[in-house]
């Protein structure tokens, strides 16, 4: 059987990157396995080091490309403009020949070892006429643990323009003075965008999920986006996306070896029993993606920031408690009705989390407030201001405490309930209520909330004038208006909306919380990878006649464990060939996350079928 399949694996199994090698790389390639008696492509079973990962056809691949002669690249690495220290790093196999090029009367340094030299320019005779740099500090690493996987040469000069430009001038002139321009292993280079990382990667020193989180940590901004991108930095998301691929590929393995082995060897499963014990393992897959999912969205809220829309009536407050919130005067104040008409947008950092606010036109209808007539541009505003309302995470009510609520705002707050909206109310005004407002207060919340369908804890009552040390010195010391007050209760409910959802079948959160890291992409991924599960569960179902009550209340992900199998239908016309082409696709769409390894790589397949 093995000598029957090997045309087969040759034929679907070459890398594609392999086709883009020099061919005398190829040709070197092919002499280095055909001498270890390997053919073109690696034994299905080999022997694996303790700790040695198994390479996919992708990374198998990406080590011969490494193995082959690349250019040396430089670039620098920290920000260009005047600074105390400028870092340029080297990556390739002409560091030593750089380094010699910059310090010739000089011994390497140490690996690993911080050494102060002085830069010189390369092919002259050291000199203070050719001195470029009187003290940097170089540091050499060697491959292959190293950030590119190669070897790399740092070079810490003083960050002044000058300097750093002399130094960057001077490093390709470091190649072999008889190189050809053809002659890779010699040429020096500047790095193109990205491509430290792309090296690393193809050297499998980082996935796809790390170098998003990489970009994600150099453009944190708030408190919870650094957290974030810092869960992201770990390998822990793209061992959980392998591990989910690797669940997939034995699942499929099994349907492979009934494919291929059941007319010569007994099965004590039924096509129908064996895609029903398959189904359950899906069901258990499917709960923690849609999980995944889910958390992939709320981090968004924290890498993109939180939209939050102040609604209410013209002049109950909406610009004053935006100034407050801000700490400036960001929108127009005045005792005039309908001073806002565009969407007026602030980016503030609150709490640790970016929140765009967003000042809006006052919701009014003719002859309730003002004038009798709302003119054209006003009517465009409060347009905008329900559109901007409806599009929100959070929705703010300003609600003038010493005025009946606004029917437009009432709908438009209770269109937001609708749709999922996190809607709190903020009762403005308050210094202007009686002596003893407590009871009236008290009123007001129990009306709001049963208007609007919000509990009561998402009212506060505050006053956004500001108060003066000689009026009320302990209130201006302390919290002003209660702003600082209902700030606290808003970034709770930011805490509540970023929170890791964890499912009823994990008792540990803390597994989850690395789930908010995932990207758009990733989660678009993930999304694909449902589907393709979704539909082998309809093919399973609708050919096995799998009791569709073991789906289990989708709220309630535990009750889709605690079913028994189902039972084999009277018939096992079940097309396991279609199945496990489901199988396979969403195995790709996750192989795709990482960007290593296919579902469809021969070798893996067929160890799983060959244990079988």
């Not at 270890?36 to 490309?65: D, E």
């Not at 801000?326 to 009705?337: F, L």
């Amino acid at each position: 059987m093995r000598a029957s399949v090997r045309p087969l694996i040759t034929a679907i199994a070459l890398p594609r990157p392999l086709l883009r090698l020099s061919s005398a790389c190829w040709a070197q390639s092919l002499r280095h396995h055909h001498r270890r008696g390997h053919g073109l492509i690696p034994p299905a079973r080999r022997r694996l080091k303790p700790g040695q990962p198994r390479l996919h056809h992708s990374s198998y691949s990406s080590a011969l490309v490494a193995n082959c002669a690349e250019p040396t690249i430089y670039a620098l690495s920290t920000a260009p403009g005047k600074a105390a220290i400028a870092v340029i790093r080297i990556s390739g196999p002409a560091c030593s020949q750089v380094y010699h090029g910059l310090c010739p009367a000089s011994p390497f340094p140490k690996p690993r070892y911080a050494s102060l030299r002085k830069l010189y320019a390369p092919r002259l005779p050291p000199s203070p006429a050719t001195l470029l740099d009187s003290g940097a500090l170089v540091l050499y690493f060697p491959a292959p643990n190293t950030v590119t996987g190669e070897d790399v040469l740092e070079l810490h000069v003083h960050g002044g323009p000058a300097i750093v430009r002399a130094v960057l001038a001077a490093i390709p002139e470091c190649a072999s003075p008889g190189a050809h321009a053809s002659d890779v292993v010699h040429r020096i280079r500047y790095a193109e965008p990205g491509e430290f990382t792309r090296r690393a990667f193809a050297n499998n020193r980082m996935d796809l999920p790390q170098i998003e989180s990489l970009g994600e940590t150099l453009s944190a901004a708030t408190e919870q986006q650094r957290k974030l991108s810092v869960r992201g930095t770990t390998s822990s998301l793209a061992a959980r996306y392998e591990h989910w691929r690797t669940l997939l590929l034995q699942a499929r393995g099994e349907l492979e070896a009934f494919i291929d082995f059941s007319e010569d060897q007994h099965f004590d499963e039924s096509p129908a029993a064996l895609c029903a014990s398959v189904a359950h393992q899906v069901y258990a897959l499917r709960t923690q993606m849609e999980a995944h999912v889910a958390n992939a969205v709320r981090g968004e809220l924290l890498r993109s920031g939180i939209s939050v829309a102040l609604l209410g009536a013209p002049n109950a407050g909406k610009s004053s408690l935006l100034n407050r919130i801000v700490g400036r005067e960001a929108a127009i104040v005045s005792s005039e009705a309908g001073t806002t008409r565009d969407v007026v947008e602030v980016g503030i950092d609150l709490g640790g989390w970016l929140v765009k606010i967003g000042d809006m036109a006052g919701l009014r209808r003719a002859g309730l407030v003002g004038p009798d007539v709302v003119g054209a541009v006003e009517q465009e505003g409060i347009r905008r201001a329900k559109l901007r309302a409806l599009e929100s995470d959070v929705l703010i009510v300003v609600q003038d405490a010493t005025a009946d609520m606004n029917p437009e705002v009432t709908e438009t707050a209770q269109q937001c309930v609708q749709l999922g909206i996190n809607v709190v109310v903020a009762l403005n005004k308050i210094d202007q209520l009686p002596p003893s407002p407590v009871t009236a207060l008290d009123e007001s919340k129990t009306r709001l909330a049963s208007v609007l369908g919000i509990h009561r804890d998402r009212i506060s009552s505050i006053s956004c004038k500001p108060a003066t040390p000689s009026h009320a010195a302990d209130q201006y010391q302390k919290d002003s208006g209660h702003i600082q007050s209902f700030l606290h209760g808003l970034t709770k409910t930011f805490e509540d909306m970023t929170a890791a959802i964890v499912p009823d079948s994990d008792a540990d959160p803390s597994v989850w919380q690395e789930s908010l890291g995932a990207t758009e992409r990733q989660r678009v991924l993930l999304t694909e990878c449902l589907s393709h599960l979704e539909a082998f569960l309809t093919a399973v179902q609708a050919n096995s006649g799998r009791d569709a009550s073991l789906e289990g209340d989708r709220a309630s992900p535990q009750a889709q464990f605690t079913h028994a199998l189902p039972e084999p239908a009277a018939t096992d016309e079940v097309d396991i060939v279609v199945a496990a082409e489901s199988l396979r696709l969403a195995a790709d769409a996750l192989a795709r996350i990482t960007g290593r390894g296919e579902s469809g790589d021969v070798e893996e397949v067929l160890g799983v079928v060959f244990e079988k």
